[in-house]
């Protein structure tokens, strides 16, 4: 089993449809991030939780809601998103937040038609 | 506000050649300095972590070092080959207000050519 999954891989949405991302880790680590990765920007922090507990929120939009049940599993709600918000969602965890390492997911491509 | 920049942006070698690739921040306050490897359309591999107090790490081909008073590290790779090519980032933790914080560089799209 890989240590970070992500699911789906791809996802073509509707401006008015609701879907979920799903990111799961079998490391046994305390801290979990969203990314979203842009055409020609660089990577941006959208949230982090640790100990299952949000302590980072980056001003993101709030058509975008994360929620962590457990401290494997993370998922980002997507709602009323914008063409704009077409990206590469990358999933991270590392031990204790941010002096770890952190491992990264393969990503779930998104694309808001 | 820290601010991390990779130059070249883009980099075209052939096989065999030794390569530095470069990471510049504004701020010294940081926990430590990470780089990783992503491959196309994929997530990112990390490939070494300095801490703050380290000056370098070195994982087989690979040597980073740091340099805290100049905001700058480095990424070397020896005898490069097709395979090592990819985007390599940098990125900085650092304490901000909230708590933590980490902030990357924009790249550095790597060609090795056979």
């Known amino acids: 089993e890989t240590g970070v999954t992500q699911t789906p891989r791809h996802l073509v949405m509707g401006m008015t449809n609701k879907k979920s991302l799903k990111c799961e880790q079998h490391?046994?680590?305390?801290?979990m991030y969203w990314y979203k990765q842009s055409a020609k920007k660089p990577l941006e922090l959208m949230f982090v939780?640790?100990?299952?507990?949000?302590?980072e929120n980056n001003s993101v939009p709030s058509r975008f809601s994360p929620e962590c049940p457990n401290s494997s599993h993370l998922f980002l709600h997507l709602h009323t998103l914008q063409p704009e918000d077409s990206a590469l969602y990358l999933c991270?965890?590392?031990?204790?937040?941010?002096?770890?390492?952190?491992?990264f997911g393969p990503g779930t491509r998104l694309t808001v038609l | 506000k820290q601010e991390v920049t990779q130059i070249p942006a883009a980099l075209s070698v052939p096989e065999g050649e030794n390569l530095v690739l470069n990471c510049s921040f504004t701020?010294?306050?940081?926990?430590?300095l990470q780089w990783f490897r992503q491959d196309p359309g994929k997530g990112l591999t990390s490939l070494l972590l300095?801490?703050?107090?380290?000056r370098e790490q070195t994982s087989g081909r690979l040597n980073a070092s740091l340099d805290k008073s100049s905001g700058r590290s480095t990424l070397y790779i020896a005898a490069s080959q097709p395979g090592d090519s990819a985007t390599y980032l940098c990125?900085?933790?650092?304490?901000?207000?909230?708590?933590?914080?980490?902030?990357f560089g924009g790249g550095t799209r790597l060609m090795v050519k056979p």
């Open positions: 990125a900085i933790q650092f304490p901000n207000n909230a708590g933590n914080m980490l902030t």
């Open positions: 300095i801490q703050s107090s380290q």
């Open positions: 939780y640790s100990l299952e507990e949000r302590v």
């Open positions: 991270a965890s590392s031990q204790e937040q941010f002096v770890d390492t952190q491992y």
């Open positions: 701020d010294s306050a940081i926990y430590n």
């Open positions: 490391l046994g680590h305390n801290a």
